[in-house]
């Protein structure tokens, strides 16, 4: 079976069979939603970067168009405000082997 390059996150062989699996969605559903949160940022001017504790595990962007994400490194959560598909609650990256 032919396989294809899953280039986002590194690089990933996908087999053509697996293409209309309920992996293939969820992988497409996430990258979807941060294909949102780029294209809101990609033109927009970081206006502040924050390190919100000491070890610098706790970080913030905000844009000036309004979009805030946080970032909690030692717990492995985002949280994004401003843009369609985030909740602006807490969440977990999902795992998209």
Excluded at 29 to 34: A, C, V
Excluded at 56 to 65: D, G, I, M, S, Y
Aim: proline residues 3%.
């Amino acid at each position: 079976m032919p396989s294809h390059n899953w280039l986002p996150g590194g690089r990933r062989e996908i087999d053509a069979a697996d293409w209309d699996s309920d992996r293939m969605n969820r992988r497409l559903k996430w990258l979807k939603r941060w294909h949102g949160f780029y294209q809101m940022v990609c033109y927009a001017e970081m206006t502040s970067h924050q390190f919100l504790n000491d070890q610098r595990t706790l970080q913030r962007v905000e844009f000036a168009n309004g979009v805030t994400a946080d970032f909690d490194l030692q717990r492995g959560l985002f949280c994004v405000q401003g843009v369609q598909g985030f909740t602006g609650d807490w969440e977990k990256p999902e795992k998209v082997e």
